[in-house]
């Protein structure tokens, strides 16, 4: 059982939006930014969204993150089949000290 | 180029024990936080220990605490990852990360290794 609770699944066909869930609580979405890493098949993850709405430099503006209260949300629009991962999100937990991560969501580009 | 390069996984009994190494280059190690990210097979990613770029501060998730300890070496660029009490639970690939802060609670991991497979039989 994570601490971070996303869906497992999602999906949507190209060109779609698609938004990815990631609920907490007052101890780590509520208080603290969220991370967004992608993860392909059999590679380490890597970060698409950091402190709740940043892009790194490479990740194309199609993907964006927001967060409200003690949840986030990470969106997809202009769907492509190279999108198709695993998405997790992360956040700092105050109580735990400690980072925590989502059950990870994976997206399935129909 | 900026490298991570993990070994030491294997295949260990439960409750022996195993050191995880991470070899950094291309960058200032002293730096930056260093994490260890884990995830068993088919599952999603765990974080288990992070240590901060110079005081050598370090935080570990609740799965691992007592039993395992993360260290850096500066004067090598590497970091380690000390498993004792090991248990069939702790079977995953092991990646190291750097952290794009000095401070393990802060930013995110901005670069990984390429992972090492630990497995712990029962």
């Known amino acids: 059982q994570s601490v971070l609770t996303q869906p497992p699944s999602a999906s949507g066909t190209p060109g779609q939006r698609v938004t990815i869930s990631c609920s907490g609580s007052s101890s780590n979405v509520g208080r603290n930014p969220v991370n967004w890493y992608q993860q392909l098949p059999g590679t380490a993850p890597k970060v698409f969204i950091y402190s709740n709405s940043q892009r790194p430099s490479g990740v194309p503006d199609r993907f964006s993150g927001s967060k409200s209260g003690a949840s986030a949300s990470l969106a997809i629009s202009g769907l492509q089949s190279e999108d198709e991962a695993d998405y997790y999100c992360?956040?700092?937990?105050?109580?735990?000290?400690?980072?925590?991560f989502g059950g990870g969501t994976k997206l399935t580009v129909l | 180029e900026l490298q991570l390069l993990e070994s030491g996984g294997g295949l260990v009994q439960e409750g022996g024990s195993l050191r995880l190494t991470c070899a950094a280059s291309?960058?200032?190690?002293?730096?930056?936080?260093m994490s260890w990210v884990r995830q068993a097979p088919g599952k999603g990613l765990e974080w288990i220990s992070g240590i901060s770029g110079s005081s050598g501060y370090a935080y570990y998730g609740d799965s691992v605490k007592g039993r395992f300890t993360i260290s850096r070496d500066i004067s090598k660029n590497t970091l380690y990852l000390q498993m004792n009490s090991l248990r069939a639970e702790d079977t995953a690939v092991y990646y190291c990360?750097?952290?794009?802060?000095?401070?393990?609670?802060?930013?995110?991991?901005?670069?990984w290794g390429q992972g090492t497979l630990v497995t712990v039989s029962s």
């Open positions: 990360a750097k952290r794009r802060h000095s401070a393990p609670q802060l930013g995110f991991e901005d670069y």
């Open positions: 291309g960058f200032s190690f002293s730096d930056y936080a």
């Open positions: 992360a956040a700092w937990d105050d109580s735990l000290n400690a980072w925590v």
